[in-house]
């Protein structure tokens, strides 16, 4: 089965490099692209992606709120959140928002090819400097309080 990958991505040369590197793929491609959050949402509508890449940060429509808007329309799209930043609050509100996924734009080739994959598989998936982060904040925040001894007389 052909895993069907929508592209969307503000700058051009991201996309085109994305594109180049899932066509080596056999089980990839790239059935469209777009240019920014409304392009997302009117793509994944006409050619029903199995997996659409999504930048976070674009002009007119953020990634964010388009995946929103995705999954309002089809809940079963699988949105793979693509970033230069790996800053924990996007990482919270792109997993709010639905998304399958979030890998960061220089994560090694193999491991966007690999997410790609889980997530079409219906997986979810976090670039592995992110899960480090999110574990390490998670048991911060839930970090229990030795028990208290206690007397008996």
Known sequence: MTIRVLVVDDQSMVRAGFRLLLADE??????????????AVAQAARFHPNVILMDIRMPE??????????LAADASARILILTTFDLDDYVYQALRAGASGFVLKDDPPEQLIA???TVAAGDALLSPAITKRVIQHFTRLHR???PKARWTP
């Open 61 to 70: 429509l953020d990634g964010l709120e388009a995946t929103r808007r995705i």
């Open 26 to 39: 056999p089980d990839l491609e790239v059935v469209a692209e777009g240019s920014n959050g409304l392009e």
């Open 115 to 117: 997410a790609v994959r």
């Open 144 to 146: 229990q309080a030795p």
